[in-house]
């Protein structure tokens, strides 16, 4: 799936693969990539401007980890995030609820 | 297992990011940095992979993006806000300009290009993708003002309209706001 369709849906993804733990950016690629049996495939670059955005935003906070012997940034939910989170999860069930509705009147 | 992190593409992949942000003005440490660290987790785990080293470089920077991409990316993020509010200090900071300008005692045509020049730097080297609009924006009141006086006073000529050269003012200085910035980013 091309990285125009994901636009509009990036952040919700994000705050997804952030929700149990702590992760680092390439972290969260392959938690995407796991999570959608290979599904999303997004130029992993862009990935940081929506993460950085969303810092400055305060839907998360980032620090530099050395836990493995190599500095890597871990970006972490704030409770903004995690509200933020919620909110969007039950707009997304809703949508996809009843986007499902009308194709299934289709068939 | 190599220490990819000292390997040719990856090094290459960075060079031309870095060239790609400081052409927009945008070359963050933080930002090559973690881009050095996630391309580093993507070999290795090409490798882990069963990949040949050589093989998991080149799948890591390829998935990472074309350096103009992320980087045009990156910095839509970063100005992203900071446009809208920029053209509005750009239009108010034009209009007080033009009617300091204006003013019946005004006479000092120095002072006046003195400022369309550094307000349209200022801008130029806060916001450096859109030096043309902030030029715009601030120098076009004073030329548009003398048009339309001249339109109503029905003595409109050629001359005129050679008015729109007092445009090149915020336009030297918008333009030069944007060198800096970007000489700033190279820094």
């Known amino acids: ?107 | 297992m190599n220490a990819p992190d000292s390997s040719q593409p990856v090094e290459q992949y960075l060079g031309d990011l870095a060239r790609e942000l400081r052409k927009r003005g945008v070359l963050e440490s933080r930002f090559m940095e973690e881009t050095r660290g996630h391309l580093t987790d993507a070999i290795e785990a090409g490798q882990r992979r069963g990949l040949a080293p050589s093989v998991a470089e080149q799948e890591a920077v390829q998935r990472f993006g074309e350096p103009r991409t992320v980087a045009a990316k990156f910095a839509a993020e970063k100005f992203r806000g900071l446009h809208a509010g920029l053209l509005v200090g750009a239009l108010v900071l034009g209009l007080a300009i033009a009617r300091m300008d204006a003013l019946p005692h005004w006479d000092d045509s120095g002072i006046t290009a003195g400022c369309l020049l550094l307000s349209a730097a200022a801008l130029g080297l806060i916001g450096p993708r859109k030096p043309w609009l902030w030029a715009l924006a601030i120098g076009i009141w004073i030329p548009l003002h003398l048009i339309v006086s001249h339109l109503a006073a029905g003595s409109f000529t050629l001359e005129t309209a050679s008015y729109l050269a007092i445009l090149a003012f915020p336009m030297a200085g918008a333009y030069a706001g944007m060198g800096l910035r970007k000489l700033f980013a190279a820094a």
């Open chain 1, 1 to 107: 799936m091309t990285g125009e369709i994901l636009k509009g849906h990036l952040e919700l993804l994000l705050l997804a693969a952030l929700s149990a733990q702590p992760v680092h950016g390439y972290g969260i690629v392959e938690i995407l990539r796991r999570r959608s049996g290979g599904t999303f495939e997004l130029p992993e670059g862009t990935l940081y401007p929506a993460l950085h955005r969303m810092e400055k935003s305060g839907l998360v906070v980032s620090r530099w980890t050395d836990d493995t012997g190599r500095r890597r940034r871990v970006y972490e939910l704030t409770a903004e995030g995690q509200r933020s989170l919620k909110r969007r999860e039950a707009d997304w069930q809703q949508f996809a609820h009843a986007v499902n509705g009308i194709v299934e009147g289709i068939a």
